[in-house]
């Protein structure tokens, strides 16, 4: 084993327990008082933004330009995750500058930074899983961005879900449906809009709105690029793919 794949199964395992471990207490409580909150909010307004969302998202996964990218072959893992660290350190950086803009031109233009922000998110977890040799014209690798991202936004609760079903992935990709609107999109817009309601609402108010769009939009970026790294690292140990050669 050499120094580069004994520190990154050491940062795997950390990474590992941090998915399974029990919600805390606090975290309970915020997760059932947001609850309690989506029950008073009228189920139209539920209605219309879970297709708001499922629509942005659907028209992302199915872009000609996501779908276009080839995976990379024939790399090692470290040169794969450096690549890739590259690209969310650019992502980082251009989602941050996106929020100064929009932070500062105002409320309409803070609200238009929730769809340009998935979108860049989106289009990272694109580069990531091909950058790791995973091919995304194949319609079960784009659930699994879908997992990656609400494993990076959800509570612990559904974290725990989650996590199970990516460590388990070769079995739980061949029980998925063929239609990719059989996904849960009400789970996935809630636990979505809950995990960044109170930051990016902060993005709303006068004057502190674009150093707030910096620096929550670099946060959920950098959150969402160590998520996915780790689990396409678990997956490439797993199917001893990850070539790590020095």
Known sequence: MTPYEQAVRTELIRWQQAMQKSPSTFGRLSTSLQRRINRLIPNR???????????????????????NRQPVEGQTLIQRDAAVARRIEFYKKTSAAEGGVTGAGGFLMSLADFPI???????????????????????????FILYVFQLAFSSQESRQVVYQ?????????????????????????QEYRDYIDLAK??????????????????????????????????????????????
Request: no cysteine; charged share 15%; net charge positive.
């Open 45 to 67: 307004i539920h209605t219309i933004v879970t297709a708001t969302i499922k629509q942005m998202t659907r028209a992302v996964l199915f872009g000609a330009e996501f779908l």
């Open 117 to 143: 922000l998935l979108s860049l998110k989106m289009k990272m977890l694109f580069e990531i899983a091909s950058l790791y040799g995973y091919s995304v014209s194949d319609y079960r690798e784009r659930v």
């Open 165 to 189: 079903y990516i460590a388990d992935w070769p079995n739980h990709s061949r029980q998925l449906p063929n239609d990719i609107n059989q996904f849960d999109w009400l789970t996935f817009q």
């Open 201 to 246: 609402m902060a993005q709303l108010i006068p004057g502190i709105g674009a150093a707030v769009g910096i620096v929550v939009n670099y946060r959920l970026v950098n959150q969402l690029g160590r998520t996915a790294m780790n689990a396409y690292r678990m997956r490439l140990l797993a199917e001893n793919r990850a070539l790590l050669t020095e």
